[in-house]
């Protein structure tokens, strides 16, 4: 991985952040330590200082000029090294006893380097030069010794940061690599979606970190998207097999009625067949628009508070004779209002196709019941008949567009009955069930409730 792809990793970027984070603290906080230790160590050099220069200066106060000399000499002696300056000069300027350079050194504290006492060192010393009765006297304490511990402590610190920033370098390469090594999966899946391969799933690592989460996001939106497209490519295509029938049956009926007219015959009733058929395919489509319509939401702007004990009670009463007609006997069973938001005429064309149903799809004799109950915080709607039902098997299929069974091919419909209920039960937030009325079909439509509405 070159430097500037690994200056684009925000993992790289993060790392580098914190260790430059930790590097600036950790020398704040060196800087203050290395502050308080140097003051530390000054006090007390100055404290030895001013040890040996008052011991000097005692013997000075009880002894005279020869024992002064004395216990310079003495001092001087002792420090071969000259770890420890003096110099001791009489009131007249004459040099009594010393062991560094006759240069002018200032009164009271001073630092100085080694040269400057013809002292070949690189450390400095502390001096302090002050009057010992008629005397001057001068004592200074070699800083080596301090100066190798600041060269000490300055060399750690330096180290410290250096393997900080090489640990954090080292971090963010091997974050940045692990979290390309997962990037580059989640590209050649992105790549793949974008040319149309809906089947292609972000990688999950089962860590359940962020990458985890969005990946996860992603592939749950992928899933729906794939069966939304795979849905409405199997619904274009049913529509396009369905419609091929009624209109080769238009086809027919037109060839054959131009038939009848090139030989003189009369093309009335063809033709009659012909605008028959034409009609079927155009509510066909209305009906197909209008569930494309209520799919999208576009009437929920209409939903209003009703009864829709009220509302079933009525549709069942219009179909009540068309019932009686087919031999077919139609109940209704609803106490009192149950309350629910919706759009009127949905739910009333919705009832009326499910009891619609029942009369077109099962035989004389058979009983129709529509009940509406409130169970809890849920308004109940249901249509059951006691005629042939639908298999298990394809009660899931009659919610399809244009879906019929088998056995009813030959009677009148279009099979979109039952996929605007389907519709109509989703915009509405409605469960929707189909089940066995033992005998029969029962259709049970589950809304929320509202309560309080006169
Ligand atoms: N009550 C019922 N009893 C038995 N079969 C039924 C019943 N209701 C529906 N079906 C079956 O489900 C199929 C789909 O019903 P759907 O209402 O969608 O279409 P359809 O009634 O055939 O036509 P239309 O579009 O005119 O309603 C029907 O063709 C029929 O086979
Ligand atoms: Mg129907």
Same mark, same amino acid.
């Given at each position: 991985?070159?430097?500037? *792809? ?7 970027r993060l790392a580098?952040?914190v260790?430059?984070f ?6 704040l906080?060196?800087?203050?330590g290395y ?8 006090v007390?050099?100055?404290a030895?200082?001013t040890?040996i ?5 005692e013997?000075?106060e009880?002894?005279?000029e020869?024992?002064?000399i004395e =216990?310079v000499?003495s $001092?001087?002696?002792?420090?071969p090294g000259r770890a ?11 040099i009594?006893a010393?062991?560094?350079?006759d240069?002018?050194?200032p009164?009271?504290w001073?630092t ?6 013809a002292?070949a =060192?690189?450390h400095?010393y502390?001096?302090?030069?002050g009057r010992?009765? $008629?005397?001057?006297?001068t004592?200074g304490?070699s800083n080596?010794e ?7 402590v300055l060399?750690?610190?330096g180290?410290a940061?250096l ?9 963010g390469?091997? !974050? =940045? ?17 974008a040319?149309g *391969?809906l089947?292609a799933?972000l990688?999950?690592?089962g860590?359940?970190?962020d ?5 996860g996001?992603?592939?749950? =939106?992928l899933e729906?998207?794939?069966?939304v497209v795979?849905?409405s490519q199997e619904v274009?295509?049913?529509i396009?097999h ?8 238009l086809?027919i009926?037109l ?8 030989s003189?015959?009369?093309p009335?009733d063809?033709?009659a067949?012909?605008?028959a058929q034409g009609?079927?395919i155009?509510?066909t489509?209305?009906?197909l628009?209008?569930i494309?319509?209520?799919?999208a939401?576009?009437?929920?702007e209409k ?10 009670a009525d549709?069942a009463d219009?179909?009540? *004779?068309v019932a009686?007609?087919a031999?077919?006997s139609l109940?209704w069973d609803?106490h009192g209002?149950?309350w629910v938001m919706?759009?009127?005429?949905l739910l009333?064309?919705t009832c009326?196709n499910?009891?619609?149903?029942a009369?077109?799809? %099962?035989?004389?004799?058979?009983t129709i019941? %529509?009940t509406?109950?409130?169970e809890g ?5 249901s249509?059951? *008949?006691t005629?042939p039902g639908i298999p298990v098997?394809?009660?899931d299929?009659v ?9 009813s091919?030959?009677?009148e419909?279009t099979?979109l ?9 989703? !915009?509405h937030g409605?469960?929707?069930s ?9 259709v ?11």
């Amino acid at each position: 991985m070159r430097l500037v *792809d690994l200056w684009r990793h925000t993992s790289f970027r993060l790392a580098l952040g914190v260790a430059l984070f930790v590097l600036a603290t950790l020398m704040l906080a060196g800087g203050v330590g290395y502050g308080l230790m140097q003051s530390q160590v000054a006090v007390r050099q100055d404290a030895r200082v001013t040890e040996i220069f008052a011991a000097i200066e005692e013997t000075g106060e009880l002894g005279d000029e020869a024992d002064l000399i004395e =216990a310079v000499e003495s $001092r001087i002696k002792a420090s071969p090294g000259r770890a420890t300056a003096y110099r001791l000069v009489a009131p007249n300027g004459g040099i009594l006893a010393s062991n560094i350079a006759d240069a002018a050194i200032p009164d009271g504290w001073s630092t100085l380097p080694a040269a400057r006492l013809a002292v070949a =060192a690189d450390h400095s010393y502390r001096v302090f030069s002050g009057r010992v009765a $008629r005397y001057s006297l001068t004592v200074g304490l070699s800083n080596a010794e301090q100066d190798v511990l600041q060269a000490d402590v300055l060399g750690s610190f330096g180290w410290a940061a250096l393997a900080t920033l090489v640990a954090a370098l080292a971090a963010g390469m091997a !974050l =940045a690599a692990r979290v390309q090594a997962r990037m580059t999966v989640a590209e050649a899946a992105a790549a793949r979606i974008a040319q149309g *391969d809906l089947s292609a799933r972000l990688p999950v690592t089962g860590k359940g970190d962020d990458l985890d989460r969005i990946s996860g996001a992603m592939n749950a =939106a992928l899933e729906r998207l794939a069966s939304v497209v795979e849905a409405s490519q199997e619904v274009s295509s049913n529509i396009a097999h369905d419609l091929r029938t009624p209109l080769n049956r238009l086809r027919i009926h037109l060839m054959e009625a131009a038939h009848k007219a090139a030989s003189g015959g009369d093309p009335e009733d063809d033709l009659a067949a012909a605008l028959a058929q034409g009609e079927t395919i155009d509510q066909t489509f209305t009906a197909l628009l209008r569930i494309a319509q209520i799919e999208a939401g576009a009437r929920r702007e209409k939903f209003a508070s009703l009864d829709l004990a009220a509302l079933v009670a009525d549709v069942a009463d219009v179909y009540a *004779d068309v019932a009686e007609d087919a031999g077919i006997s139609l109940a209704w069973d609803t106490h009192g209002p149950v309350w629910v938001m919706g759009d009127r005429e949905l739910l009333t064309q919705t009832c009326a196709n499910l009891i619609e149903n029942a009369i077109r799809h %099962c035989p004389s004799g058979t009983t129709i019941s %529509c009940t509406v109950q409130a169970e809890g915080d849920h308004a109940v709607a249901s249509v059951s *008949d006691t005629g042939p039902g639908i298999p298990v098997a394809e009660r899931d299929k009659v919610l399809r567009r244009l879906y019929r069974l088998e056995k009813s091919r030959t009677t009148e419909g279009t099979g979109l009955g039952l996929a605007l209920v389907k519709a109509v039960a989703d !915009l509405h937030g409605a469960g929707l069930s189909l089940t066995d009325a033992a005998p029969g079909l029962r259709v049970t439509l589950r809304f929320a409730r509202i309560h309080g509405v006169a």
